[in-house]
């Protein structure tokens, strides 16, 4: 059964979003921490793939994480897109559509959630400098490079470790 599935899940490790991983996802998850690729299409991956979400470099619970919060991005209101572009000084060009603002913000949410060497891979193919830069500066500077409106963001951790 699916529960059972989830409390091996838990005591092996294996990464799983639990709050909505299917049978598959349960079992992906496992062959996933054992060593093993994952059988067939898992219904979040599924999801990814039809929403650009690159799921093959993610964890099954990166993946989830990044799905939800694209979901949550297709349900909110312009308004609500218009302060997280505003966040990461972002400017909505006039003209501009909700699903322009969605595909922006989710390439954002996935670059949060890539495997640190990948985000470095995708700072060389753009040009930026990304060496000895955490994630919290490099998403940043991501941004700012791939969008020229964009104005760097400030890392709210600056100074933190200092």
């Known amino acids: 059964p699916r529960e059972a599935l989830r409390q091996e899940c838990l005591s ?4 799983a979003a639990f709050d909505f991983a ?30 650009g979400i690159p799921a093959h470099l993610l964890t099954s619970e990166e993946a989830g994480e ?17 302060k997280m572009y505003e966040q990461w000084g972002l400017v ?17 949410f996935v670059w949060q959630a890539l495997p640190i060497e990948e985000l470095r ?8 400098q990304s060496t000895l830069a955490s994630r919290d500066e490099i998403v940043p500077k991501l941004v700012a490079a791939t969008w020229p409106s964009a104005a760097p963001v400030a890392s709210r951790y600056k100074n933190f470790f200092s």
């Open 12 to 15: 092996r490790g294996a990464s």
């Open 22 to 51: 299917t049978r598959l996802d349960l079992e992906n998850a496992l062959r996933e921490s054992a060593g093993f690729p994952s059988s067939g299409t898992s219904k979040v991956r599924s999801q990814c793939l039809e929403r």
């Open 66 to 82: 990044v799905l939800a919060a694209v979901k949550r991005l297709e349900e909110s209101k312009t308004s609500e897109l218009k």
């Open 92 to 108: 909505v060009e006039a003209g501009s559509e909700k699903a322009d603002m969605v595909r922006t913000l989710t390439s954002i």
């Open 121 to 128: 891979k995708l700072c060389r193919e753009k040009g930026v």
